[in-house]
């Protein structure tokens, strides 16, 4: 059976939706990511975008960050793949020919550096998860001791993610192509602010980056977003069933749930997809939308991972089958950050909370705890600590946000599920987080009481002094990481 590709998706083209021409398609977005969330979310909204206008101009040129791989299998279909999206009640399949060029990042940025600086593009996009943005644990501001970041300044070829875009920002300007929108759609708090100064100081860090940094300042801006669709990675028996479905090999398919949602602020200084004719909400102010979803569902995700991962359970999906595990979820939901959250103008909390368990319960994705539990150094900022330092300024006990900051620590500590076998969760900041709470970097261990380890771990993890002195957080965490040692996660919950 050959690959899909553009010669044979006419076979395949009731899979997907009449009404575009991908040759006819011509770039209009530079997208930095080109995994599975992307050709899952964004890809998707940018298609329907063009199919209700008839506008061709905004196909997209994906980026890859860490090597060919996605590129290389992409290429070998055209830039075509499919998205499946699956529950209870069955699943759909739908070819995407947004898509249509892949670049490699780190061998191709010449050519990528041409997309910024063409003024048909106005629009750059990103998805790049939390570690590649580099910042300062703790902080929001980008870490300009990172070796990567360094050498990018020192006026290498870039190989960081803000080192390109500033590359390509430095040769959008020399070309007068003309302000752009630079739109991160990452779990990050504040997403779009956040990347605005880690572009400022990246330029602070270049000889000639005041010039720049004003260029920018007046010419590009940084609309926060809110995404949300759940995307596991794509298995083997995933391209198995679309193969069969299609009668053509797809290894860039990806599987994802129905839902989708996005919402993007509304600060674009030239021409973008009308992406709300897609479904996408164009607001004011995404501050409202981005806490609730990170601190509702991201949390909630983090916290059935970490404490999955601990009882060696599989997925997302199985962990809500053990009603430890989902009360406490709703309980962190329900308790601890409904009381934190801006209202938002016809929504009901409640209501969500219920609609994101469902979608956490959905069989038919096969989420691992291992991949929501990974990062969690880059992750309990926006999804737990927020509403830790809220809930305390409003005298509540922050008791299942410390659960599942304890989980997590135990991941990174002892690395041990609690039937004994070995647990492995990428953690970038492992070793620092380890040696500072006097285990060994390498080996994993089970010593360490909560009240020895917790405090340096945390602080090396880069959590605020304030709230590390403050015996109403740390004190839970302290007694949820013994607690979680004497009868592990599922009595601990
Ligand atoms: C997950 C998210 O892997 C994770 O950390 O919590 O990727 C989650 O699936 C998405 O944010 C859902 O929109």
Not at 189 to 196: A, F, I, S, T, Y
Request: with cysteine.
């Amino acid at each position: 059976m050959g690959r899909l590709s553009l010669e044979n998706l006419t076979a395949v083209s009731r899979r997907s939706r009449e009404g575009i021409d991908p040759d006819e398609l011509t770039v209009g977005i530079v997208h930095f990511g080109a995994g599975n969330f992307h050709r899952a979310h964004q890809a998707v909204y940018t298609e329907d975008a063009m199919l209700a206008t008839g506008e061709a101009g905004w196909a997209i040129s994906a980026v890859t960050q860490r090597g060919p791989a996605v590129r290389d299998r992409l290429h070998d279909q055209d830039g075509l793949y499919t998205v499946v999206t699956r529950d209870e009640s069955g699943a759909t399949y739908r070819v995407v020919r947004s898509v249509r060029e892949v670049l490699d990042g780190p061998s191709e940025t010449e050519t990528v550096l041409e997309r910024i600086a063409d003024p048909a593009v106005t629009v750059v996009t990103l998805t790049v998860t939390e570690h590649a943005y580099r910042l300062l644990p703790g902080t929001r501001r980008l870490d300009t001791a990172d070796p990567g970041v360094r050498a990018d300044a020192s006026g290498q070829v870039p190989s960081t993610v803000v080192g390109r875009l500033v590359a390509g920002l430095r040769a959008r300007r020399a070309a007068g192509a003309g302000p752009l929108a630079v739109v991160s759609c990452d779990n990050l708090d504040e997403n779009g602010p956040v990347l605005r100064a880690a572009v400022r100081d990246f330029c602070a860090l270049l000889p000639d980056g005041a010039e720049l940094a004003e260029w920018v300042e007046r010419n590009v801006t940084f609309p926060a977003t809110m995404v949300d669709r759940i995307v596991p990675a794509t298995t083997e028996e995933d391209l198995a069933e679309v193969e069969a479905e299609l009668g053509a090999r797809d290894e860039a398919a990806v599987v994802a749930e129905p839902f989708i949602q996005w919402v993007i602020e509304d600060d674009f200084p030239a021409a973008r997809p009308a992406w709300e004719k897609a479904g996408a909400l164009l607001v004011e102010d995404v501050r409202p939308y981005e806490m609730t979803k990170l601190r509702t569902l991201n949390a909630c995700h983090s916290l059935l991972a970490y404490l999955g991962a601990l009882a060696d359970v599989g997925t997302i999906a199985e962990t809500m089958s053990i009603a430890e595990f989902e009360a406490a979820a709703r309980k962190l939901a329900e308790e601890e950050v409904a009381p934190t959250l801006p209202e938002i103008a016809g929504f009901e909390h409640d209501g969500y909370v219920d609609t994101v368990l469902r979608r956490f319960r959905n069989p038919a994705l096969a989420h691992t705890t291992r991949q929501v539990a990974s990062d969690g150094s880059l992750k309990i900022g926006p999804r737990l600590l927020g509403t830790v330092g809220d809930a305390l300024r409003q005298s509540v006990a922050p008791s299942t946000a410390a659960l599942a900051i304890a989980a997590w620590l135990r991941c990174v500590l002892v690395r041990r599920t609690d039937g004994g076998e070995t647990l492995e969760v990428r953690e970038p900041a492992a070793e620092r987080i380890r040696e500072s709470a006097g285990f060994d970097p390498q080996a994993p261990g089970s010593a360490g009481a909560g009240s020895e380890v917790v405090r340096p771990a945390l602080a090396a993890a880069g959590v605020d002094e304030a709230l590390l002195d403050d015996r109403r957080f740390l004190a839970p965490v302290e007694q949820h990481y013994d607690e979680l040692a004497r009868s592990g996660a599922r009595e601990a919950a």
